[in-house]
T-cell receptor
């Protein structure tokens, strides 16, 4: 069972470069999320997609864009990377219910020099 | 606003010691509450959850009770093992779009 798959697992960028993090889930979930994890700050929501065709900003959306390509895939794009975007990024998916747990990918470690 | 506060770490215990990690929340409405665990190099995975007041979630020897009167969801385990070493996150969810996480508590269990 693949669950939630993210690529790449590691990436090093120079300031100003762009890149896209890819995420796919095979659990037929409607909702998908992108979080970033920074030391001492837990997980902060960047963007989410409640259903195919919709996306909304979370707590820290500045500097990011997302695309919900279809029900399975939800990508995160950094148009012009900054050192402040050095972080570990997690994609997650869930059923669209209050009690639904999130299923996480293994994370993508991004370093911006 | 809606938020989760959990005890700061790191926490270091000897094997077979009793574990408590405190978690309190602030929420408008009636959230579901979760504990997630993150092992080194991995994503978060659900440890246990509770969806209404007085519910007790349990898994792998861990327990937490949803206390509405104290707005708390403390994680406990009677006898920890080295394999329990990980980072633990408390979280609340109010609706589809709003899952809030605490800052995480790193637990190290020594043999």
């Amino acid at each position: 069972n693949a669950g939630v798959t993210q690529t790449p697992k590691f990436q090093v960028l120079k300031t100003g470069q762009s890149m896209t993090l890819q995420c796919a889930q095979d659990m037929n979930h409607n909702s998908m999320y992108w979080y970033r994890q920074d030391p001492g700050m837990g997980l902060r929501l960047i963007y989410y997609s409640a259903s195919e065709g919709t996306t909304d900003k979370g707590e820290v959306p500045n500097g990011y864009n997302v695309s919900r390509l279809n029900k399975r895939e939800f990508s995160l794009r950094l148009e012009s990377a900054a050192p402040s975007q050095t972080s570990v990024y997690f994609c997650a998916s869930s059923e669209a219910v209050r009690a639904g747990e999130l299923f996480f990918g293994e994370g993508s470690r991004l370093t911006v020099l | 606003g809606n938020s989760v506060t959990q005890m700061e770490g790191p926490v270091t215990l000897s094997e077979e010691a009793f574990l408590t990690i405190n978690c309190t929340y602030t929420a408008t409405g009636y959230p579901s509450l979760f504990w997630y665990v993150q092992y080194p190099g991995e994503g978060l995975q659900l440890l246990l959850k509770a969806t209404k007041a007085d519910d007790k979630g349990s898994n792998k020897g861990f327990e937490a009770t949803y206390r509405k009167e104290t707005t708390s969801f403390h994680l406990e385990k009677g006898s920890v093992q080295v394999s329990d070493s990980a980072v633990y996150f408390c979280a609340l969810r109010l609706n589809n779009n709003d899952m809030r996480f605490g800052a995480g508590t790193r637990l190290t269990v020594k043999p």
